[in-house]
């Protein structure tokens, strides 16, 4: 039996399904194989708030009508949390703490279960989310059946699915150091620049906020052409008020600002 059946058998056992869905690879790929199990007991439910770019509600809102996904969109709070603004080395526990207990509100009331696109590499990396997930009886049927993140872009690429070779993202509090406070106009400052990398053709990338210092972190095979883009590169982030414009020559790595912690 392939992993996608044993999805799929994992699914029919449950009363019904809040996602939590991003629009990324992995809660695409998840969503649209429980929609094709659960039908209208599937609900991707989409997270708004400062943590997140406008362009990933966008391309959510997109992707669900294309597949006729039920979707949600709620607010989440999570600056109303101290601890999350603080940005500790868990500060994504307090994220996710946010996001749980929003969507457990909305699937207790249909007596549903919750899910999350967790897959079996994420194991791998520093993930206080995961706690967050287990507090809340989340569960990750990708992670449950031994999804990798490769094999879930291969079946997704099978299944037709745009988003198979998208790349990985993740929240823009990830671009700031732990313990350097949160702030919706720092997170703001992050996505315009990032905006501005994918309007020139980009395709992986982070802007790293050390405030005042942009470190700009760029997929190895597009650093020459960061470099012949310097110049424009390094006015916009002047313009959103970075005072020094640096190109990481170590290029572009999932998760960089955990490297402080090993």
């Not at 669900?64 to 709620?74: D, E, N, P, S, Y």
């Not at 990985?168 to 990398?197: H, V, W």
Request: proline share 4%; aromatic share 10%.
């Amino acid at each position: 039996m392939d992993k996608l059946q044993k999805l799929k058998e994992l699914l029919q056992t449950l009363p019904g399904a809040v996602i939590a869905y991003s629009g990324g690879v992995d809660s695409t790929f998840l969503a649209v194989i429980a929609h094709e199990v659960l039908g209208e007991k599937a609900l991707a439910v989409t997270a708004v708030s400062p943590t997140y770019p406008d362009q990933q509600l966008l391309e959510a809102r997109e992707l669900v009508t294309r597949f006729g996904l039920a979707h949600q969109v709620i607010h989440t709070h999570e600056f109303d949390d101290a601890n999350y603004v603080a940005n500790p080395v868990n500060r994504c526990y307090y994220c996710k703490s946010s996001l749980f207990k929003d969507l457990r509100t909305i699937a207790d009331e249909k007596g549903w279960i919750v899910l999350d696109g967790a897959n079996v590499d994420d194991l791998s990396d520093h993930r206080p989310g995961h706690q967050a997930a287990k507090e809340m009886g989340v569960r990750s049927p990708l992670q449950e059946t031994g999804f990798t993140k490769q094999e879930i872009r291969d079946f997704s690429r099978e299944l037709a699915l745009p988003t198979w070779n998208k790349p990985a993202y993740a929240c823009l509090a990830s671009r700031i150091p732990y313990g350097s406070k949160i702030t919706p106009d720092g997170l703001k400052r992050i996505d315009m620049a990032e905006s501005f990398l994918n309007f020139l053709g980009f395709v992986q990338f982070r802007v790293r906020d050390h405030f005042p210092v942009a470190r700009i972190e760029i997929a190895k095979n597009e650093l020459d052409m960061a470099w012949q883009n310097r110049e424009k590169i390094s006015a916009k982030l002047h313009e959103l008020g970075f005072t020094y414009v640096t190109l990481d020559l170590d290029g572009f790595r999932s998760g960089s600002m955990n490297e402080t912690l090993k």
